[in-house]
């Protein structure tokens, strides 16, 4: 009996030195004076619309400087709220480390595809469904939409989301299509590295251009999408790569359980 009693108190009197030298840590850690603040900017996905001098500059251009401060005195939350308001940053985590440092870690938007309308005007749809602008900086390696629409960047559009008052609802519908047959052929293992283009024609049906070239590709709308694109497969699969991939210009999946391809 004594000797669990013994133990229980051991464990309560570790139990309680662990949260009392944490408790040491955090005051003493908030007593420290601030030392640096460094942005890392995470470019895996290949995109290049933001840098991290770039994102230190306007963060030290908005708030007083970073060094030489009580890391108590700093609000590391409204710094993160200001980097993650930037138009191309999607994610921001800002933090401070046992060595009074202070930290950003930045996680860029991911362009899906870039629309250029009828007038020539260009905005991209985002990975997660959201229009953001061009970049006078950097130009990404994405699918191009084009075609007679009179779409164009509307900042708070959402496409994930019932749409609002910042846009018609003719145009929601269009961008939410383009945004799932978009998002489809990026996730496919071929078809991301196939197809380069889509036209948008008169009718608001959707043509698909491959990197060859070699033909035009009459998709429809996006009904019945993954049936069109399974049916294409099997088109390739036992008619082109037999045939060949310059038999046909036109490949028409618009007609349902058929293909009907033509020459020009």
Known sequence: MVKKIFKTFFYLLVTASIFLLLGLAIEANKARVSNSFTVNVDHSCGNFFVEAEQIKNDVFANFDTLTRQKLSNINLSKIENFITGMIYVKTAEVYTTIDGKIKADVIQRK??????????????????????????????????????????????????????????????????????????????????????????????????????????????????????????????????????????????????????????
């Open 111 to 264: 362009p899906l595809a870039r629309i250029i309308n009828k007038h020539g005007h260009s905005f991209y749809i985002d990975t997660d469904g959201r229009l953001m602008p061009l970049s006078r900086d950097f130009t990404a390696r994405v699918i191009i939409v084009t075609g007679k629409t009179d779409l164009k960047y509307t900042p708070l559009v959402d496409l994930t989301e019932t749409p609002g008052d910042d846009i018609n609802k003719q145009d929601a519908k269009l961008l939410k299509d383009i945004y799932k047959l978009v998002k489809y052929i990026d996730s496919h293992p071929l078809w991301g590295v196939y197809i380069d283009q889509i036209a948008v024609t008169s009718t608001g049906d959707f043509e698909l251009i491959p990197k060859s070239g070699s033909h035009v590709i009459e998709f429809g709308s996006t009904k019945r999408m993954e049936q069109k694109f399974n049916k294409l497969l099997v088109f390739y699969d036992h008619g082109l790569t037999k045939i060949g991939w310059n038999k046909y210009s036109r490949i028409k999946l618009k007609y349902r359980n058929q293909v009907v391809c033509v020459n020009q």
